[in-house]
T-cell receptor
C-alpha cells in the first residue's frame, strides 16, 4: 500500500527559529510535493521535486527551502520561522502520469504553530 | 491564474439523504485540465476519491459521482444516499496534463457532516 509519512505531526516553534518538516515515501514515486493549507484557502503548493537532487519552486515558495536527498525523502525547511507560517503542511508523492492525470498520495499532515 | 470554487461548508445532511457539493473552476493556463475530488477523513491524509481527465466523462467511486462539464466549467460531486462514514472534508482540484500533473490547484475544501 502506498505510504507517505510526515514528521513531526505537531510542532510549536518560536519566531526566528529553524524548522524542518520531513517526509518519507515508500511508493518509489519520482515526484514529491509540499503543500500548505490555511483556513479559507485550498492547499497551496510550496515546493516540489522531480527526483533526488531536484527541487522546484511552487506557487508560494517565499520563506521556504526544500531538500530532496534521496528518492524517498523530501524535506521542507523554514530557516527563520514567522507566525504567518503557522499552518498545516501536507507532503505528497506521485508519478509522472503523462495524460492520465496521476494520483497524489498524501501524508497525514504536519501542524505547525509559530509563536 | 487557475482557481477552484466549491460549496461553503459545513454541509450537514442526514443519513440516506442525497448530497451535492458544487465545484466550478477557472483554468486560464490549462486548455483541458484534469479534474479531481480528494477526500480527507478524520485523522487521515487526503486520498483520491475520483478523477476525470476527459470533458464530458463521468467518474465514480464509493457511490459518489462527478461529471466533467467543460461548457459550465463545473465538476459537482453527488451521492444519492450518504452514510455517516462519508463525514469528511472534500476537496475539488484541477491540474495540468503532462509531467507536472501533481501541481494541483485546490478548492478550500467542504466539510461534510452526516447525522445518523
Amino acid at each position: 500500500e502506498a505510504a507517505v509519512t510526515q514528521s513531526p505531526r505537531n510542532k510549536v516553534a518560536v519566531t526566528g527559529g529553524k524548522v524542518t518538516l520531513s517526509c518519507n515515501q515508500t511508493n518509489n514515486h519520482n515526484n514529491m510535493y509540499w503543500y500548505r493549507q490555511d483556513t479559507g484557502h485550498g492547499l497551496r503548493l510550496i515546493h516540489y521535486s522531480y527526483g533526488a537532487g531536484s527541487t522546484e519552486k511552487g506557487d508560494i515558495p517565499d520563506g521556504y527551502k526544500a531538500s530532496r536527498p534521496s528518492q524517498e525523502n523530501f524535506s521542507l525547511i523554514l530557516e527563520l520561522a514567522t507566525p504567518s507560517q503557522t499552518s498545516v503542511y501536507f507532503c505528497a508523492s506521485g508519478d509522472t502520469g503523462g495524460n492520465t492525470g496521476n494520483t497524489l498520495y498524501f501524508g497525514e499532515g504536519s501542524r505547525l504553530i509559530v509563536v | 491564474g487557475d482557481s477552484v470554487t466549491q460549496t461553503e461548508g459545513p454541509v450537514t445532511v442526514s443519513e440516506s439523504e442525497s448530497l451535492i457539493i458544487n465545484c466550478t473552476y477557472s483554468a486560464t493556463s490549462i486548455a483541458y485540465p484534469n479534474l479531481f475530488w480528494y477526500v480527507r477523513y478524520p485523522g487521515e491524509g487526503l486520498q483520491l476519491l475520483l478523477k476525470v481527465i476527459t470533458a464530458g466523462q463521468k467518474g465514480s467511486s464509493r457511490g459518489f459521482e462527478a461529471t466533467y462539464n467543460k461548457e459550465t466549467t463545473s465538476f459537482h460531486l453527488q451521492k444519492a444516499s450518504v452514510q455517516e462514514s462519508d463525514s469528511a472534508v472534500y476537496y475539488c482540484a484541477l491540474g495540468p496534463t503532462g509531467a507536472n500533473t501533481g501541481k494541483l490547484t485546490f478548492g478550500h475544501g467542504t466539510i461534510l457532516r452526516v447525522h445518523p
